[in-house]
């Protein structure tokens, strides 16, 4: 008789003491990152931003906006963001604003977040925003099938949704906080990246239920994208995303990647942060850098909100 | 009349009955004054010998459920109490003008400690151990361990309850055990091997010889296997014992010559402590 | 299988220089003064001797300041101290006694960075360490030690716990604050004085403990603090009015203090080395179990009694986690301890790292394979790279004496038996790792290792509520919880 699936992919990837993460990470938190290491952190961090807005409310103004925001973030020499993640419907909106300019366009597809619809419906949806655009597709995974076992099947609508992708990066979104323990979020890990292309991503999150993205769920995703290429040479990105605010965090999840994966996913192609109001810190913290001065939030454009 | 056929005095060892390697003996006379037995004059290669024995049996006995030791003292209590008469009798040859107790009180007593330790042996851990409410996600909890084997000097006075009142909380706590009895008052201790025999306690837990202190106390100090020594003893006796001690940091357990065998401050879970390791274990907490 | 190939290459991570860290000196002022003084009867009095030594930095060897050498007649003179404030702190109900505790825990906490600085300073440990474990672990010692005072009727059922008297302690340089804790805070709780004597090398905290004792107005005597090296030591050992002696330190330090004792009546309670087995099975989770392997022995640079210096891991994954291990030592940061961001700071002296150097030498000629990652150590001070032995046989020095320092044996074994077998072959049995998912497993090993710790899943874990000791040669007594308070006590 064979184990059933999960049983068997969990054995094979060994098993993640939750004490022992979140002790590791703890230590990434003491760190202090002081002047010109600073100053290179949040300028990395303010280039791997996915500026992001994924609201019912969502206008082509707002992502108009967004877009300009994305473009240039600030006045002086801040780099611009990786991309700007929109849904479906706004992307041909975006791509009027950043296409050709540096900006990538990113849209969560396959009926985000809950991923509740038929899987023809998911790919039709794939399909229209890559044809509209979109240089990146972010789906998110059947945890349901997931946590029945189902294995196979959450496996076979990665691949088919990576067919409907064409040569767009695609970034699959395990909802980690669904899945709930370090485990599952491994296997799921693993289960992903046997079927993703080099330069695709793993996400943690949608950003929509109440855990969003952690230092321990990213710790044990950058683990399993580390174990999983020292395997089979086969490099996947990594893109932790919601609940990260602030420039300290992000600071954070970086030494994480430097002393986890090292200095080739140190970029904008190995990692990414899922955000929108962190933009906005980082930048306020680059300010304090270059003028000494601590800054007032309303000095910055306030043109992404949520997230 | 017939003549009488006298028992050869033998010293418990491993489960057997032996004289010393030595092939020495030294004559023990009855209260009248007459000749009563030669009694093994067991040296240091016997206290090795029984070390060697105690430690063969002591792992087997550590692993006993603490029910199963309880009962096997029990059973030890229920031969004593057959042999009672005999036991006294032969604590009657041995006494001193001194003794205040009679020695039917002295094997009463015997009796009744060793019932009182039977019934620690499942319970003492819950005393002596802990869980502890650390400041991190992980259990953390104290037990009780056995040191492995030790050894006993026992006084020269209640040649029984003395030598029991040491070496029962030793073996209660899944200890084994090297025992030197009293020298002048040494053949209670030879009955003792016999009741120890019949009383379902595996061989070598408790070994037991005769002889002289004075020729194997540097052995019982020196001996890296021992993990503790319990004794009575001189200040120049306990000087040489904590210092033989030292270099195999033994632990040395020393009670006061004149204390009251007959007090129930003896039946007490922090004697058994004496013979006991402390044991820490942590573990996260997590899903 | 992946859509597309990557082309092949040789599979490693780089950790290189692309985000380099700034220095980040931890750069609170730790107000030590010029010159130290004994701790006698609540004043900071010159000793009797007249001389003074000199205490430096490890982490650039420059001289910190001067500290009192005690002679005979100055340790004298503190035992006089404590056996005078004896019966009144000994009488002093529970609660009033606890209150003082309490306060030292309080006033601990308000100048801990100023202390950290400090540790970090006179013993070369990471300012990270000192900042984030030696002082909280030491103020809650003693915050935990407090409570106790007025509940010693609750710690042995049927019997109640009385003082011994002065109690005379001496400890070591590798926690120097801490261990103090450890050793005053039980005292005191339970009603004895205390004639305290820290390692030469590292007496500035305990002398700053000192005015922490006049802030809390702790009544004269209760503690002295005598400083000096050996013979102090010996001094403090031999002295009569001694109802116990503590000692945390060497295995042979602590047998000539067993031996000095002998036939003197006085208590002893030894907390001593260690040679820790930390055992990894192949179903650990291995990446925790690195975590804990580098915490186990690289914490502190090593100079911990419980260090897990000896690595079992099963043979099937032996490759895989040493692979792994390789690869998180690389990013250990090795450098000045007053640096925010260093992990493995300054070997305590400059005759430890020769100890140090000596052994690591002695583990390459009898034929183990060494392995350090590239680090740059500061020119001056004393530095030690984080090293590795593979290739390590039981019979190895590297694998049978006490370092004490960031050297790490690699053995391996086959089955549960084995890594038992090989744990338990040496005489120390301080502490124990292991490492496995399987619940049963763990308590089966916890139960069978001879160590008085044992860390399942987890290494170098302390709290002042769970008992702390070893077995066989590696001392005897407990520190921590209620078994710790029971070796500064008479059951009655």
Not at chain 1, 232 to 255: C, D, H
Not at chain 2, 67 to 82: K, P, T
Not at chain 2, 98 to 126: C, L
Request: with cysteine.
């Amino acid at each position: 008789m064979t184990a059933p699936a999960l049983r068997r992919l969990l054995d094979e990837i060994g098993p993640v003491d939750a004490t022992g993460i979140e002790e590791r990470v703890a230590k990434f938190t003491t760190r202090s990152i002081k002047k010109q290491s600073k100053l290179f952190g949040l300028r990395l961090a303010v280039t791997m931003v996915d500026l992001t807005t994924l609201e019912g409310k969502d206008t082509p103004g707002k992502v108009a906006s967004l877009c300009q925001k994305a473009l240039c973030p600030h006045e002086g020499d801040i780099p611009m963001v990786a991309a700007v993640c929109v849904y479906p419907s706004m992307v041909k909106h975006a791509a009027k604003h950043v296409k050709g300019k540096g900006v990538k366009i990113a849209s969560v597809a396959t009926a985000f977040p809950s991923g509740q619809a038929p899987l023809k419906t998911r790919l039709a949806e794939v399909r229209q925003a890559v044809a509209d655009g979109a240089d990146e597709i972010d789906m998110v995974i059947n945890r349901g099938a997931f946590l029945e076992g189902e294995l196979a099947l959450v496996q076979d609508e990665i691949v088919q949704v990576r067919e409907a992708c064409g040569d767009a990066t695609l970034k699959v979104i395990l909802e980690t906080s669904e899945l709930e323990t370090y485990d599952h979020i491994r296997a799921a890990s693993f289960l992903a990246m046997r079927v993703l292309r080099p330069g695709d991503f793993i996400k943690t999150s949608t950003g929509k239920t109440s855990a969003n993205a952690t230092l321990g769920n990213n710790q044990v995703m950058i683990e399993a994208i580390r174990d999983f290429y020292l395997a089979t040479g086969t490099e996947i990105a990594m893109k932790p995303a919601g609940g990260i605010r602030t420039a300290k965090q992000a600071l954070q999840f970086l030494i994480a990647v430097k002393e986890t994966l090292g200095d080739a996913w140190l970029n904008n192609a190995r990692y990414r942060f899922g955000a929108s109001s962190l933009l906005n810190d980082l930048l306020r913290q680059l300010e304090t850098q270059r003028t000494g001065a601590y800054q007032a939030p309303y000095t910055f454009s306030d043109d992404s909100t949520g997230y | 009349m017939t003549l009488p056929i006298t028992k050869t005095p033998k010293c418990y060892v491993g489960g057997a009955f032996i004289r010393s390697e030595s092939g020495r003996v030294y004559e023990t006379h009855r209260s009248s004054g007459e000749f009563h037995a030669n009694i093994p004059r067991c040296t240091r290669k016997d206290v090795r010998n029984a070390v060697e024995a105690a430690a063969k049996a002591g792992a087997g006995w550590a692993k006993r459920t603490p029910y199963n030791r309880a009962q096997i003292l029990y059973r030890l209590a229920e031969m004593l109490e057959a042999r009672a008469p005999e036991m006294a009798a032969a604590l009657k040859e041995c006494r001193r003008s001194v003794d205040t107790t009679s020695p039917e009180q002295e094997v009463r007593a015997t009796i009744d400690r060793i019932v009182h330790f039977a019934g620690w042996a499942d319970k003492y851990e819950q005393v002596l151990g802990s869980v502890n409410p650390v400041a991190s996600p992980h259990f953390n909890f104290t037990i009780t361990e056995p040191m492995g084997t030790v050894g006993i000097l026992a006084p020269e006075d209640a040649p029984l309850l003395a030598l029991m009142t040491l070496i029962l909380p030793a073996i209660t706590t899944g200890n084994s055990v090297v025992a030197l009895a009293s020298h002048a008052a040494p053949y209670p201790s030879i009955l003792l091997g016999e009741m120890l025999a019949t009383s379902d306690l595996p061989g070598g837990v408790v070994n037991l010889l005769t002889g002289e202190r004075k020729e194997m106390l540097p052995t019982f100090a020196t001996h890296e296997h021992l993990r503790a020594v319990a004794a009575t003893a001189t200040q120049e006796e306990a000087t040489a014992l904590q210092q033989g001690a030292a270099e195999s940091v033994k632990r040395v357990i020393l009670h006061d010559p004149k204390t009251d065998w007959f007090s129930s401050s003896h039946d007490s879970p922090y004697s058994l402590r004496d013979f006991t390791e402390a044991k820490t274990v942590w573990h996260p907490i997590g899903a | 299988m992946p859509a597309k190939k990557s082309p092949a290459r040789p599979r490693e991570l780089l950790f290189g220089d692309l985000w380099e860290f700034d220095p980040a000196p931890e750069s609170a002022e730790p107000f030590i003064a010029p010159r130290y003084g004994l701790f006698i009867d609540d004043k900071f009095t010159a000793p009797k001797s007249r001389k003074y030594f000199d205490t430096i930095a490890p982490r650039n060897g420059a001289k910190l300041s001067e500290i009192a050498l005690a002679n005979a007649a100055d340790v004298d003179a503190a035992y006089t101290a404590a056996a005078k404030a004896f019966p009144a702190w000994s009488k002093l109900p529970g609660k009033e006694r606890g209150k003082y505790l309490f306060r030292i825990a309080r006033l601990l906490q308000d100048r801990a960075r100023e202390f950290a600085v400090a540790e970090t300073l006179d013993g070369g440990k990471p300012i990270k360490e000192s900042r984030d474990f030696d002082l909280p672990m030491a103020a809650a010692h003693f915050f935990y030690h407090a409570g106790w005072a007025d509940k010693l009727e609750f710690v042995a059922p049927g019997r109640t716990l009385q003082p011994l008297g002065v109690v005379g302690q001496i400890i070591p340089w590798n926690f120097p604050l801490l261990m103090l804790a450890w050793k005053i805070a039980p005292a005191l709780a339970t009603g004895n004085t205390v004639v305290l004597k820290p390692a030469e090398t590292t007496s500035i905290t305990a002398l700053k403990f000192a005015t922490i004792l006049q802030q809390a107005g702790l009544p004269p005597g209760v503690v002295n603090i005598v400083t000096g090296a050996g013979e102090t030591g010996a001094a403090v050992v031999d002295h009569p009015l001694a109802a116990k002696i503590a000692f945390t330190g060497s295995t042979e330090v602590g047998k000539i203090i067993q031996r000095a004792l002998a036939g003197s009546g006085k208590k002893l309670s030894l907390e001593l080395g260690g040679k820790a087995a930390n055992i990894v099975f192949e179903d650990a989770p291995l990446d925790q179990a690195v975590e804990g392997i580098v915490n186990g022995i690289f914490f502190n640079q090593g100079h911990v009694c419980c260090a897990g210096s000896r690595l079992l891991v099963q043979e099937s994954v032996a490759d895989l986690v040493v692979a792994k291990l390789k690869r998180r030592m690389q990013v250990l940061r090795v450098g000045d301890p007053l640096d925010k961001n260093t992990d493995i700071g300054a070997i305590n002296s400059a005759e430890q790292l020769a100890k140090i150097k000596d052994l690591v030498a002695s583990g390459v000629k009898e034929g183990a394979e060494l392995h350090q990652p590239s680090c740059k150590l500061p020119a001056k001070g004393f530095y030690h790279a984080p090293t590795l032995f593979t290739k390590v046989s039981q019979s190895h020095r590297v694998a049978r004496e006490e370092i004490f320092g960031p050297v790490l044996s690699v053995l391996t074994f086959r089955t549960p038996e084995e890594a038992i077998e090989k744990a338990s072959n040496t005489p120390f049995g301080l502490s124990a790792g292991v490492w496995t998912d399987k619940g049963s497993k763990i308590l089966k090993m916890a139960a069978e290792l001879k160590a008085g710790v044992v860390w399942a899943n987890t290494y170098n874990k302390f709290d002042p509520s769970s008992p702390f000791g070893g077995y066989k040669q590696s001392g005897f007594g407990r520190e921590g919880g209620k078994h710790g308070l029971l070796d500064y006590a008479i059951l009655k």
